[in-house]
């Protein structure tokens, strides 16, 4: 669904300042039609191999038992009947999932176009309130702000905001694809390059806090993944992960028509099934919250582009349509604070 909507929300996150952002500062609104085309590539190799799909269990809880949601880019979703995680079943397999990636026309896009023209606003907008997050984190749990991982930080935006603040004494990163790699790398980040899950058993350089941000919902199986990553953190580290919310405004009411709904995003986890997951691998939960800054924002852009009807619903009409400029960033922060935007973010400490 394309958003190019110019309107900005503006809430008070839990980093401190007001901080506005529109979705047009981050996904270049200058490559949608190229980006589209692209995707299209992508979903037809995708589509040639569905028969190889296999079917999985709930990838928070388990549960084998589970019900329609819908179809997207042929692409089938269900949610657990236990924990509402709504996921991608039948899913391709880790090796679709491998050879999807590394063929991605979208994600080439992304890499060359994309994130560069919007690499400073993230940094800014999106980044630097993260930090602040995490060192607030550090504070408030008593972990010493030592060594800090990332996993799979792409073109290292994060990672080099971590080192160039003197937050931590130490900034690293896993990064499988070589390009991403020696981005970290002119950042002067120390890089394992590498899959997560091939970091040897004898590792012995663990973080004080790993973070790990929009990746999870990629995974096959985030158990394994978490597994996996728990090896690379200290024994009452942090780790800090963020995903879209499963149960987020956005994706509750587009279905879907939402965003966060695509042939990548595989695990859509909400907060009490991501408290779940993380307990089952070993985790204390400290905060699960959901900051999110722009699902009013891409609901409107939905219903102005005709592709929800809130016609027989005059309250969303009234606040994403006739008076968003006066109710659309209070409600989006009514949103955020009770659990209910776009975007989660979870905080645990290893046992």
């Known amino acids: 669904?394309?958003?190019?909507?110019?309107?900005?929300?503006?809430?008070?996150?839990?980093?401190?300042?007001?901080?506005?952002?529109?979705?047009?500062?981050?996904?270049?609104?200058?490559?949608?039609?190229l980006q589209r085309e692209a995707q299209a590539r992508d979903h037809a190799r995708l589509h040639r191999r569905l028969g190889d799909f296999v079917?999985?269990?709930?990838?928070?809880?388990?549960?084998?038992?589970?019900?329609?949601?819908?179809?997207?880019?042929?692409?089938?979703?269900?949610?657990?009947?236990?924990?509402?995680?709504?996921?991608?079943?039948?899913?391709?397999?880790?090796?679709?999932?491998?050879?999807?990636?590394?063929h991605s026309e979208n994600y080439r896009l992304w890499a060359e176009h994309i994130f560069p023209t919007s690499e400073a606003r993230r940094r800014d907008k999106i980044c630097r309130p993260l930090l602040d997050t995490i060192a607030r984190a550090c504070a408030d749990h008593q972990v010493a702000p030592g060594h800090l991982m990332e996993l799979g930080p792409g073109f290292g935006t994060f990672a080099a905001l971590a080192l160039e603040?003197?937050?931590?004494?130490?900034?690293?990163?896993?990064?499988?694809t070589p390009?991403?790699?020696?981005a970290?790398?002119?950042?002067?980040?120390?890089?394992?390059?590498?899959?997560?899950?091939?970091?040897?058993?004898?590792?012995?350089?663990p973080a004080d806090v790993l973070v790990c941000f929009e990746?999870?919902?990629?995974v096959f199986d985030p158990v394994s993944f978490l597994?996996?990553?728990?090896?690379?953190?200290?024994?009452?580290?942090?780790?800090?992960l963020t995903c879209p919310n499963g149960n987020g405004f956005d994706t509750q009411v587009l279905g879907a028509e939402s965003v966060a709904v695509d042939t990548e995003h595989v695990n859509l986890f909400n907060p009490a099934s991501m408290a779940r997951l993380l307990d089952r691998v070993g985790y204390e939960i400290l905060e699960i919250s959901t900051p999110g800054r722009l699902d009013a924002e891409l609901v409107r852009e939905a219903i102005l582009a005709g592709h929800c009807d809130v016609a027989s619903q005059p309250f969303l009409r009234?606040?994403?349509?006739?008076?968003?400029?006066?109710?659309?960033?209070?409600?989006?922060?009514?949103?955020?604070?009770?659990?209910?935007?776009?975007?989660?973010?979870?905080?645990?400490?290893?046992?």
């Open 318 to 351: 009234q606040v994403l349509i006739d008076e968003f400029e006066r109710l659309g960033a209070p409600f989006q922060q009514f949103l955020a604070t009770q659990g209910l935007s776009g975007n989660l973010r979870a905080i645990a400490r290893k046992r």
């Open 55 to 102: 079917a999985v269990p709930c990838p928070a809880c388990g549960q084998t038992v589970a019900r329609r949601a819908f179809e997207k880019y042929r692409c089938q979703f269900v949610r657990c009947r236990d924990c509402d995680t709504l996921y991608m079943s039948p899913r391709p397999t880790p090796a679709l999932m491998d050879d999807y990636y590394s």
């Open 184 to 205: 970290c790398r002119q950042h002067g980040i120390t890089v394992h390059e590498m899959a997560a899950e091939d970091v040897p058993a004898d590792f012995d350089d």
């Open 215 to 218: 990746v999870i919902e990629h």
């Open 1 to 33: 669904m394309p958003v190019t909507s110019n309107a900005t929300i503006d809430t008070v996150g839990v980093a401190g300042p007001s901080t506005t952002l529109s979705v047009a500062e981050i996904r270049a609104p200058q490559f949608l039609a």
């Open 165 to 176: 603040s003197g937050a931590f004494q130490r900034v690293s990163a896993v990064e499988r």
């Open 227 to 240: 597994g996996t990553a728990s090896r690379l953190l200290r024994r009452g580290g942090l780790l800090v």
């Open 179 to 182: 390009s991403m790699a020696q």
